[in-house]
């Protein structure tokens, strides 16, 4: 509760609660203020002295500001700020991420989106009580299981209560935070938690007790924290537990570990028949077993996270267990105190690596337990409640930032000392997908607009350097025949801004900064975003889904085919290579016959635009170097063939056309160097609208244009090798320097023309 007076008038009262109320008379009587059916609980208010006007409230769902008294108020879907209790997630391409949260419901979100950027257009409603646990079918995705006990069927919106009982009488005890949970290995089998464990095999339809009782304490010392406190308490601090942790095992269908918030650990090994306590001896009355995580390779084997906060002990503390709970060994070296435990998980893919979360930070170990070490790189601080691994990703649910998604964990699972003893190291990249970054094809949103960012496109490479390289770094790419697909070095020069923005009226936050390899010493994260090198392009354009901070300049390169390939770094004279095998989009279900006509089309296209583009920057040369000669050579036969090559030379050259509208009937023209390298552009956007093969009018034009290329490189090779050195003798003779078809330009051919914008 938070109470604020006006400063400038002393008979107005506010009171910030579930409701925020406002006194007009001194606090005589109160009218309801802000909040919503539910309660939103606000907790603190704050009024400017300067602007009364002014108010600034605080609320479990984030922060809200009135500018004018309180009439209206700013949004809190602006922060990320949402207090998560638990994360799971599904089977979906891409993954969705699900989680309930304090007084603002729960929700699931995608973990990419199609549209560049992670916004409330990712983001639902899936109808689950705001606390505790979510639970995904993993025979079918859309139904999930929720806290106090719920199926919802995402598609329509249905919410069904299935709980063991219907109307809570007292035959069992609950609290908030409940364990809802599948088998790993029964995927049709769901446990739920109170005081006794439930288990069902149809759905929550029916229910059966799979535990004793009670597997809570029955009697126990009050803890002397609790102080006065107990006094006041009508149960004197004698106050029962109920299940709070539950982990069926990765190895044995019948064995299931179990916890409470009281501070018990039991296990059956037959499916619930019979329990046996295996409580570690260092866990005291009121310790909360808040994380049981079963081993993935040994069935004997589980971690505890156990939170103490309630005994006033904000250390951490973690169990380890290697038979059965016999033995257990307390793990926590190296996680400095100060925030209580939360969480502790297992990946599932290298034994011996843990994640751990605290009440301020997440950690790694890569030895079992033993010794950790900080992971939290931009992590924000807070309470992080649960962690979930997902794939080749590690996400954390955050009890006041909402959730983080630590993307492509595999160097952690590939750190080795080899790796330590290494010059340089170049890490196996996980399996890229053939992701399209962004289709949106309209207006983007504002760059204001609240948005989560996307994974990186492609793949993602990984690479360790002891010390920084003397020479330039340099990464390649070859497909399975050994070709070359795409270079990169740390030697790369990024395309200046100032540049960019001469060239392109936007403004320079919406372009995704050039990515330079890096040869400085440490770990070093490189995104190949699967395409082969862009084409020498008249026009470039940075399209109109624009995603602020991450816009690539079109035109790309053709996009790799799915397949083998292998990524080579090269460091001070060394070569280091790692396959790289690349997938498709799994939902795209073109067949590689079809992909690779696209491919084709693709990169026939790119080998146009470089071609016309080469032979433009010849013929702009010569026509350059004409003018120079004709300005100088007066009248007379000299002059007249100066001019009759320099109108062949223009005739090759043309220009882009305008086709915003397209051309009218009967008006197209007969293609030039610039239209053709125009028009190779447009079939390569053609045939990367979809992941398909090329239409056949597609497959038309672009025969047309190969063969309209052929004719012109025809006509500009016989100028060049007859018509230029015919002129240059009749130079020579005039004192002239002759023509040099391979002298550079003063300036790179553009478009002049306004290309291919839509209106």
Do not use: C
């Not at 982990?247 to 409470?260: L, Q, R, V």
């Not at 300049?553 to 080579?568: C, R």
């Amino acid at each position: 509760m938070g109470i604020a007076v006006a400063p400038d008038n002393p008979d107005l009262i506010y009171v910030a609660n579930t409701t925020t109320w406002r006194s007009t008379d001194g606090g005589k009587t109160f009218v309801g203020f802000k909040g919503a059916p539910g309660g939103d609980d606000y907790q603190r208010i704050w009024i400017s002295t300067e602007n009364p006007q002014i108010i600034a409230l605080s609320s479990d769902q984030g922060a809200v500001i009135s500018v004018n008294g309180g009439t209206t108020w700013s949004t809190w879907y602006n922060q990320p700020t949402a207090q998560f209790y638990h994360v799971t997630t599904d089977n979906r391409f891409p993954y969705w991420v699900y989680g309930a949260q304090q007084e603002s419901g729960s929700v699931g979100t995608q973990s990419r989106s199609d549209y560049g950027e992670i916004t409330f257009r990712d983001w639902h409603l899936i109808g689950i009580f705001e606390y505790g646990y979510i639970a995904v079918d993993p025979l079918d995705p859309n139904f999930l299981y929720g806290d106090w006990l719920t199926r919802t069927k995402q598609d329509i919106g249905e919410y069904a209560k299935v709980t063991p009982e219907p109307i809570r009488r007292g035959e069992y005890r609950y609290a908030r935070t409940l364990p809802v949970v599948f088998s790993p290995l029964e995927p049709q089998t769901l446990y739920f938690a109170a005081n006794v464990l439930f288990k069902t095999t149809d759905a929550g339809n029916s229910w059966q007790v799979i535990s004793p009782d009670d597997l809570t304490r029955e009697s126990y010392e009050i803890p002397a924290n609790l102080g006065v406190f107990a006094a006041s308490d009508p149960e004197k601090g004698k106050h029962r537990g109920v299940i709070y942790a539950v982990a069926p095992s990765f190895k044995e269908a019948n064995t299931i570990w179990a916890g409470t918030d009281d501070g018990l650990i039991h296990i059956t090994r037959d499916g619930g028949k019979t329990w046996q306590n295996v409580t570690p001896p260092q866990l005291k009355p009121w310790s909360k077993v808040s994380i049981i995580e079963a081993s993935h390779f040994d069935a004997g084997a589980a971690y505890a996270a156990i939170n103490s906060f309630r005994l006033d002990d904000l250390r951490a503390h973690i169990y380890r267990t290697r038979d059965f709970g016999k033995t257990w060994t307390e793990i926590t070296k190296n996680i400095p105190g100060g925030g209580a435990s939360n969480v502790v998980r297992e990946d599932p893919v290298r034994k011996g690596l843990l994640f751990a979360g605290t009440e301020g930070s997440v950690y790694v170990s890569f030895n079992d337990g033993d010794d950790w070490q900080p992971l939290q790189l931009n992590l924000p601080h807070t309470s992080m409640r649960d962690l979930v691994i997902h794939g080749d990703d590690l996400i954390v649910a955050t009890h006041g930032r909402s959730f983080w998604i630590l993307d492509d964990v595999t160097p952690l699972r590939q750190l080795s000392e080899q790796v330590r003893k290494s010059s340089a190291f170049l890490f196996v990249p996980q399996d890229a997908i053939r992701f399209r970054w962004n289709r949106n094809p309209d207006t983007p949103l504002p760059p204001e607009f609240p948005a989560g960012k996307n994974p990186p496109d492609g793949a993602i490479i990984d690479y360790y350097l002891a010390s920084s390289s003397n020479k330039p770094v340099m990464l390649e790419v070859f497909d399975e025949q050994q070709h070359l697909v795409r270079r990169y070095s740390s030697s790369d020069k990024p395309e200046a801004m100032e540049k960019i923005a001469g060239e392109h009226p936007i403004p320079m936050y919406w372009v995704r900064p050039a990515q330079i390899l890096s040869g400085a010493a440490g770990m070093h994260r490189f995104a190949w975003d699967l395409h082969y090198p862009s084409p020498d392009s008249l026009g470039h354009e940075f399209p109109i889904s624009a995603i602020a901070h991450d816009t690539p300049k079109y035109p790309l390169g053709a996009w790799v085919l799915p397949g083998n390939y292998t990524a080579k770094l090269s460091v001070d004279g060394k070569t280091y290579s790692a396959p790289l095998v690349i997938r498709m989009d799994p939902r795209i279900k073109t067949s590689f016959a079809d992909l690779r006509k696209q491919f084709e089309m693709q990169s026939g296209s790119v080998e146009g635009m470089n071609e016309s583009f080469g032979v433009l920057l010849q013929v702009q040369s010569v026509r350059a170097q004409l003018k120079e000669h004709g300005a100088k050579a007066g009248k007379g036969t000299l002059a007249e063939a100066i001019a009759a090559l320099d109108k062949q030379a223009a005739e090759l050259e043309g220009a882009a056309q305008s086709n915003s509208l397209g051309l009218p009937p009967g008006a197209k023209q007969p293609e030039n160097l610039s239209s053709l390298n125009q028009h190779f552009g447009g079939i390569l956007a053609v045939a990367d609208s979809a992941d398909a093969a090329p239409t056949t009018q597609a497959i038309a034009v672009y025969k047309e244009l190969q063969e309209a290329l052929e004719k012109l490189v025809t006509r500009w090779t016989r100028i060049r090798e007859q018509d230029i050195p015919a002129l240059n003798a009749e130079l020579r003779k005039a004192g002239f320097a002759a023509i040099d078809p391979t002298k550079a330009a003063d300036t790179a051919p553009s478009a002049e023309a306004d290309g291919d914008d839509e209106p």
